[in-house]
């Protein structure tokens, strides 16, 4: 009971100085600014990690607004944390490899999400898509056409992994199953009309 009367005091306490933070800034000064929510989101979505480290969403957030903030390595260890505790979570993994590739660290970015996805070749397809374009960007074709092959069996419809598994196919020579993907790609969800301009040049270089 006491440590509840405690934490209810403290949250009281921390929305009283938020709303004359604002009271003074907007107020008084005139001034438009949203700053002071930033912060207190911050601190809000910290304090759910506290109560709970495999909180995900709250993980996230914090690390974006970390990142955001130009504090990329925090927010890379945060993320790092994350999966330490859930190997396989491959939202984090995601994540963590989208900032590892921001600074130019592609192997890390792929390794990231090889070690979150499972050697079963389930998981997330939209981890799988990732991986594969990121391993068609390291000219890893072979790799990349596996990947994106495990991401479309869940979801086959998906323009873009048709277009870069037929990419990574004609990277390899292998003009037959290439042409099928990119064809695969035209009727497929998901293109833009420069994309679909793209693969239309493709199928007629092949």
């Not at 984090?92 to 999400?113: E, V």
């Not at 596996?146 to 990574?168: D, R, T, Y």
């Amino acid at each position: 009971h006491n440590d509840y009367y405690r934490r209810l005091g403290f949250m009281r306490g921390v929305y009283y100085l938020c709303g004359a933070g604002m009271n003074v800034l907007v107020g008084y000064a005139g001034q438009k600014s949203l700053g002071q929510a930033g912060l207190f989101a911050a601190g809000a979505y910290a304090a759910a990690l506290r109560n709970d480290k495999t909180h995900i969403a709250a993980r996230q957030a914090l690390a974006l607004g970390l990142f955001q903030q130009h504090q990329a390595a925090e927010a890379e260890a945060l993320l790092a944390e994350g999966l330490a505790l859930q190997p396989q979570q491959s939202s984090l993994a995601m994540l963590l490899s989208r900032f590892k590739l921001s600074h130019q660290d592609l192997s890390g970015a792929i390794d990231t999400l090889k070690t979150a996805l499972p050697s079963d070749g389930g998981g997330s397809a939209e981890a799988r898509g990732q991986l594969a374009a990121l391993m068609q960007r390291a000219n890893l074709h072979t790799e990349a056409v596996e990947q994106f092959a495990l991401a479309l069996k869940q979801n086959p419809s998906h323009g873009v992994w048709w277009m870069g598994l037929g990419i990574s196919l004609a990277a390899e020579g292998r003009n037959t199953p290439a042409r099928e993907a990119f064809q695969r790609a035209r009727y497929a969800s998901g293109l833009s009309a420069e994309l679909q301009q793209y693969v239309d040049q493709r199928l007629r270089g092949l």
